[in-house]
């Protein structure tokens, strides 16, 4: 009998201990630190990816396959071309007529929402011997950025005569190389190879040199709000030269940042994460 009266005792201590344990662990705060929590995530192996305005995925591929995925993550379509080598860039701001870049070889060529070809520009007929940066530029018209002469060109896609020029080399004694451009309203953002970002005004012809310091990298567009990413993998929310503000995510990579259903979703060449809005 009293073999069995501690044997309960020491059960019921023991059971006492493991429920106040349980209890104490599940009021432990959750860990919600955007830079650990994430919310979904696509294993895929990439070099560079952006979203379109329908929150389409596109990914370029350490193979340099250009690959399209839909907002459920499926692959939808793909685009390869071994001819013409690794793709540099790739602008996605119009769904229907994607831009490839190869900047080795002078070419853009243009895809539809299925990636299908639609056609392939040799920017050397166009007459430019150095384009280093292109961008759509709406109504079936591109500007590309020739850094050769600093001419910034508009053209039509189906013709090879300039609607448009700025020359950029009689707004500024800088020399430089855009290597990457957007257009934003009437505006063209380009940041340069020595890591400064600038905004080309369309209506008022100006160039305005907005971050300097050649510390950044990359830049993208939520909306009418700019990102801005500096070398160091920080992001800032730039609303005026007085006012840059350091957005709290996990470092982020040139080329594997952006935007997509409203929420910031960052890559490091295996994986491509959610991390919040």
Request: charged share 20%.
């Amino acid at each position: 009998m009293e073999m069995t009266y501690k044997f309960n005792f020491l059960s019921l201590i023991l059971g006492l201990f493991i429920l106040s344990a349980c209890g104490i662990h599940s009021q432990l705060p959750q860990n919600t630190d955007p830079k650990t929590t994430t919310q979904d995530s696509i294993i895929i192996d990439h070099k560079q990816f952006a979203i379109d305005q329908l929150d389409a995925l596109y990914i370029v591929s350490p193979d340099d396959e250009l690959i399209k995925l839909n907002t459920q993550n499926q692959v939808q379509f793909k685009y390869s071309n071994s001819r013409l080598g690794a793709i540099t860039s790739i602008n996605v701001s119009d769904p229907l007529a994607t831009i490839c870049f190869y900047e080795d070889f002078q070419t853009i060529v243009l895809l539809d929402r299925t990636l299908n070809p639609l056609s392939e520009i040799n920017l050397a007929d166009w007459g430019f011997n150095n384009i280093t940066a292109t961008c759509n530029a709406g109504n079936n018209q591109l500007w590309v950025y020739d850094a050769s002469d600093m001419q910034l060109a508009q053209m039509a896609k189906d013709r090879n005569t300039p609607i448009r020029t700025f020359p950029i080399n009689l707004h500024t004694d800088d020399s430089f190389i855009i290597k990457k451009m957007l257009v934003n309203q009437e505006n063209i953002y380009c940041l340069s190879a020595k890591g400064n970002i600038y905004k080309i005004s369309l209506i008022g012809e100006s160039l305005q040199k907005i971050l300097g310091n050649e510390q950044y990298i990359d830049f993208q567009f939520s909306g009418n709000r700019l990102l801005v990413l500096d070398k160091k993998g920080q992001i800032y929310h730039y609303k005026n030269p007085l006012e840059l503000k350091p957005l709290a995510y996990p470092l982020a990579q040139k080329g594997k940042w952006g935007y997509r259903d409203g929420g910031l979703i960052f890559g490091d060449g295996g994986k491509i994460w959610v991390v919040g809005s």
